[in-house]
């Protein structure tokens, strides 16, 4: 037992869980937390918009595979970091975030900056906890970490009311987690894993669909083994990116609305799907891309409520995905009759001719972003991590950017958040700090978080920004380019800033490109900078993302 404040007693709980770095942006509710945290030893990133700070603690997390820490204030702080919040939910990112409240004598009372950010959270978290007992603290603070960082993972939100914060009193720390105990989550059998290497063994055109839950479990490894032992190719969602090396012969892509054509047709075609770690979101599973009635479906999932959620399926392993790959690949091996067949194999090689993406031409003045991204390809070494921005920009990433690794690819897939990728990519450089750091950008989304250039420059976090420049929201004037046969409303930016300029203006590098030699010679550049770059790269504002499928019913609407 220990005498302490409880913003002491706070501070200690995250060096014990071994924080080393928080983002966030201080206030009256939760400055005696921020009087702690001076002399901590804990590196504190001033954001300049709390919703930055989750961004960042976000981008964190999705390279290290760790939690995330982002604070901010009660009120508007509090809400500032709701979207944030509801991005790492939706791409199941494990963030802690801590928030300041009025003292417990004023909470319901309507006091200067109260909000009820438990009730505001409460379907966007994992869990979430108002401190009302200082000694508690140490106990909710590591239930918050192990919550965050287990089974599907997530975010999770502590508020701390001013004078909890300030009240002294004895405080014990202990290894001990106070949680309700709860029996195991797997809830897959030997005989169920039988049923799975049976179907797999039997199929004769298997393909294996991967989700964001391989990478969130480190399970990239067992994943290859298995494909590469089978001959199965390997399709991705969006999250997925980087599970399987994108050169490698079994890899089909990225699959859905935005996906590889003959990913899609492979997919569309199985007769056994092994999917992994993803949950058949309506951008992966829409449109055009139907099973064969007689498809079987493997689900492996940590999440029981994804079973059968969006699509019927014939197996279901509930468990950690690393887990269930184990096993299910030392029941593959020991079926010692089982020959590889290259048949399907070979038939999927040859919808990679048959299918292949789009063909663009370069006949205007403007740069083409599918070429922008191969370019940027051969420029990076493997090992870097390129954040992106959410729509066209997104697209052309994730289509024409092949990635190689687990965590280098980092995207709002589920929420779409516009402007997260440039903190996100900020977090990504503090966590890698040796790694070149990349954020994909549309000037829309660029725009609603390039304050933080001032973040990145007074904290000496260099990263490349390269901003897709169309002067439009280009997904949505594609979207009515395609329905509203062009009838664009409230879609063209106008005067956005110079791009340049306000880069100089925060006191980083501004780089305009006119062609794809001035462009590689600036992206090397930057790469090296000690201080962060924006590339600007103007793109002609009816450039469309191609390849693209629409959902069912989409033309219904459109005009006359």
């Known amino acids: 037992m220990v005498l302490m404040s409880g913003a002491k007693a706070l ?45 960042m603690a976000d981008g964190y997390a999705r390279v290290t595979g760790r939690v995330g820490v982002c604070m901010a204030t009660s009120g508007p702080g509090s809400t500032n970091l ?14 802690v975030a801590f928030t300041g409240q009025v003292a417990r004598p ?54 701390f009311p001013r004078d909890v914060q300030t009240e002294i009193t004895e405080i014990e ?46 399970a990239c490894q067992e994943l290859l083994a298995l494909a590469e032992y089978l001959n199965v190719p390997v399709a991705t969602t969006l999250m997925a990116k980087g599970c399987i090396p994108e050169d490698h012969p079994l890899a089909l892509g990225m699959i859905g609305m935005h996906g590889t054509p003959y990913g899609n047709r492979a997919l569309s075609e199985a007769d056994l799907i092994f999917a992994v770690g993803c949950r058949f979101s309506d951008r992966s599973i829409s449109g055009d891309i139907n099973f064969n009635r007689q498809t079987r479906i493997i689900h492996v999932d940590i999440d029981a409520s994804e079973i059968s959620k969006n699509v019927d399926v014939t197996l279901a392993l509930v468990g950690d995905a690393k887990e269930v790959l184990k096993k299910v690949l030392e029941k593959v091996k020991e079926k010692s009759e089982f020959k590889k067949s290259s048949e399907w194999f070979e038939y999927v090689e040859k919808l990679k001719k048959d299918y292949p993406l789009p063909s663009y031409s370069e006949t205007d003045k403007f740069m083409k972003p599918q070429k922008l991204m191969k370019i940027l390809r051969e420029i990076l070494p493997k090992n870097a991590i390129v954040a992106t921005e959410v729509g066209q920009n997104q697209m052309w990433a994730a289509i024409y950017l092949k990635t190689y690794l687990p965590r ?34 549309g000037d829309g989304s660029f725009i609603m978080n390039e304050h933080e250039l001032a973040t990145s420059v007074e904290e000496k976090i260099p990263v490349t920004v390269i901003v897709l420049d169309n002067r439009v929201l280009g997904m949505v004037a594609q979207w009515q380019r395609i329905i509203y046969k062009k009838r664009y409303s409230q879609v063209h930016l106008g005067n956005s800033p110079d791009f340049v300029k306000l880069a100089e203006a925060y006191g980083a590098i501004g780089v305009r490109v006119q062609s794809y030699e001035e462009f590689e010679k600036a992206v090397k550049q930057a790469i090296k900078s000690d201080v962060t770059t924006v590339i600007d790269v103007l793109i002609h504002p009816e450039e469309d993302v191609e390849p693209i499928i629409l959902p069912k019913g989409v033309l219904s609407h459109s005009v006359g």
């Not at 995207?411 to 750091?437: C, N």
């Open 173 to 218: 720390f202990t290894d001990t987690l106070d949680l309700p105990k709860k029996g195991p989550y797997e809830n897959f059998s030997s005989s169920q894993v039988e049923e799975a290497v049976k179907l797999l063994l039997a199929a004769e055109k298997p393909i294996i669909l991967a989700g964001g839950g391989v990478i969130s479990s480190n």
């Open 11 to 55: 501070i200690e709980s995250l060096k014990r869980e071994g924080v080393e770095v928080i983002f966030g942006f201080p206030g009256g509710a939760i400055m005696p937390v921020y009087d702690e945290l001076l002399d901590s030893g804990i590196r504190h990133i001033l954001v300049r918009h709390e919703q930055a700070a989750a961004h």
């Open 408 to 441: 280098t690819f980092i995207t709002s897939g589920g929420l779409g958040t516009m402007g997260f990728g440039f903190p996100a990519a900020l977090g990504a450089k503090v966590a890698k700090p040796d790694v070149p750091v990349v954020n994909i950008a």
């Open 106 to 159: 004023f909470i319901g009372k309507d006091a200067f900056q109260e909000i009820d950010i438990i009730g505001i959270t409460a379907n966007i978290v994992k869990h979430n906890y108002q401190v009302r007992d200082t000694k508690k603290i140490p106990a909710i603070v590591k239930a918050a970490f192990h919550i965050a960082s287990t089974s599907r993972k997530g975010p999770v939100l502590v508020d």
């Open 82 to 95: 709701v979207t944030g919040i509801a991005t790492a939910h939706m791409d199941s990112s494990p963030i």
